[in-house]
């Protein structure tokens, strides 16, 4: 969805490296989501926010942390890349609908390698 | 959290429709059924949402059966654009965010 845009679409960096991956939106939507997913697998759930002051971790959140900035933009930090955070991350967005499930819109994701 | 299960590939031709079917037998009073489809590096697209009985849109039709511990996604007439992992996903807004995607079914359609 082009309303969603995630930089840098790919990075290769090193072990020990500080990285930071960025998700904006315009779509106005008050919740952001970070997931990352391993070849022939599903999406796993890092962080997600329902506003902006509010961050909740997910399934797998050691080694990750995020920020939200703005409602616009969440982004997620590898503090000391580690290989096997190798994988394909996607951020998503999405806005409350009452007691039915949250359509969530996805970005184009970013191939994150860390060698 | 329900727990959702769904065959791990499925093969088709062009043409056929096709029946993806999820089982849920945990799902809760106030969880809704949500499928996505993903195409190989890019992010899930929403396809259909439903609570009971059928839902169609232009896409696809979800048939959900009176006891809702399972669900099946019905693609009428698909070609080879339609090949992708297909997601089944349980959840709501009642009761804390515990939307979760399982590993999905891979369609493969063949000419």
């Known amino acids: 969805d082009a309303d969603v845009t995630q930089t840098p679409r790919n990075r290769i960096t090193k072990t020990g490296k500080r990285i930071m991956l960025e998700c904006s939106q315009t779509k106005g939507h008050d919740r952001m989501y970070w997931y990352r997913q391993d070849p022939g697998l599903g999406l796993r759930l890092i962080y997600y926010?329902?506003?902006?002051?509010?961050?909740n971790k997910g399934e797998i959140s050691d080694g990750y942390s995020v920020s939200r900035q703005a409602q616009a933009k969440f982004s997620l930090s590898l503090e000391s890349a580690i290989p096997n955070q190798t994988a394909l991350y996607f951020c998503a967005t999405s806005a409350p609908r009452g007691t039915r499930a949250d359509t969530q819109y996805f970005g184009p994701g970013t191939r994150l390698t860390v060698l | 959290l329900a727990k959702t299960t769904q065959p791990i590939s499925m093969d088709s031709y062009e043409g056929q429709e096709v029946n993806i079917t999820c089982s849920h037998n945990n799902i809760a009073t106030n969880d809704y059924i949500t499928w996505y489809q993903q195409f190989p590096s890019q992010g899930p697209r929403f396809i259909i949402q439903g609570y009971k009985t059928k839902v169609t849109n232009e896409v696809a039709s979800l048939f959900i059966p009176a006891d809702r511990k399972s669900s099946t996604l019905s693609l009428p007439r698909v070609s080879l654009s339609d090949t992708a992992v297909y997601y089944c996903l349980v959840g709501g807004n009642t009761g804390g965010f515990k939307t979760i995607f399982g590993a999905g079914t891979r369609l493969f359609v063949k000419a």
């Open positions: 926010s329902f506003d902006v002051k509010d961050i």
